[in-house]
């Protein structure tokens, strides 16, 4: 299974990015889709996921800012980030989990420029 992200840059605080991942080599709709941060020093943690059926979970710092989706057609799922802080500044992984199966992207990176 390969995830490929996109879409990391600088950004300024209050501006927005959008992440995409694109999957291959799996069955992208039975899959668990989650985007990750990590920056150095940290554990990398759960930013948000989306399940096979369009439930989303939200880590509670970028809940009412972030907005993941999937689209199962183009094997793809994104992160919508608005109102981005200093404090968004990580690299950015997309994961995939199904069955106690689990991948993970490159990362890309996000960064306050500020």
């Known amino acids: 299974v390969r995830l490929v992200e996109s879409g990391g840059g600088l950004v300024q605080a209050g501006g927005s990015l959008r992440l995409t991942c694109v999957a291959s080599g799996s069955i992208f709709s039975i899959n668990t889709m989650g985007w990750y941060r990590q920056t150095p020093g940290t554990q990398r943690e759960l930013v948000a996921n989306?399940?096979?059926?369009?439930?989303?979970m939200y880590a509670d710092s970028v809940k009412g800012r972030f907005t993941i989706s999937r689209d199962n057609a183009k094997v793809t799922v994104h992160l919508q980030m608005n109102s981005l802080k200093p404090e968004d500044t990580a690299v950015y992984y997309c994961?995939?989990?199904?069955?106690?199966?689990?991948?993970w992207g490159q990362g890309t990176q996000v960064t306050d420029s500020s």
């Open positions: 994961n995939r989990y199904v069955l106690g199966e689990s991948d």
């Open positions: 989306i399940s096979p059926s369009g439930s989303t």
